[in-house]
């Protein structure tokens, strides 16, 4: 990972001038690289538009993101090598549990070895049920 610093605001019409009137209000946050983080808030705080923003797939009306010391703001999100899960992820119920996660690696021309490797790499990560450690290397379709 990588730090990921924001200086920004977002309102989806020119001019704001009341709180109401931004769907991110101006903030100053850094995510360390390797920290763990949770956004918590009520639906419409902003949270979703904050991840677009991260991920490329938005750009702030105001300020910029970093990653690292790299500007990013205007780079997409294949520029920024950054992934989003999203709320109600996708599951494809006619694949295996590894290829349901290599499937976006696979979209993106991964050489086969590596997909191999990555899900295994996910597959070993620690899990809160001791059977999830156990996967394994799964082969990828």
């Known amino acids: 990972m990588a730090e990921i610093r924001l200086d920004l605001a977002h309102a989806y019409h020119p001019n704001p001038q009341r709180d109401e009137d931004y769907a991110l209000l101006p903030l100053k946050m850094t995510f360390r690289d390797g920290g763990a983080y949770a956004l918590l808030g009520p639906s419409g705080c902003g949270k979703t538009t904050m991840l677009n923003i991260i991920s490329g797939l938005l750009q702030p009306s105001q300020g910029h ?53 990555r ?16 996967a394994g290397s799964w082969p990828v379709g």
Not at 71 to 85: G, H, L, Y
Not at 87 to 92: K, L
Not at 119 to 134: C, F, K, L, Q, T
């Open 65 to 117: 993101v970093w990653f690292n010391e790299e500007d990013v703001t205007q780079a997409s999100p294949q520029k920024r090598n950054i992934a989003q899960v999203f709320q109600f992820p996708v599951i494809y119920d006619t694949m295996t549990v590894a290829e349901n996660l290599g499937f976006p690696l696979k979209n993106r021309k991964v050489p086969k070895d590596q997909i191999t490797k």
């Open 119 to 134: 899900v295994g790499e996910i597959a070993e990560m620690p899990r809160d049920e001791p059977s999830a450690r156990h």
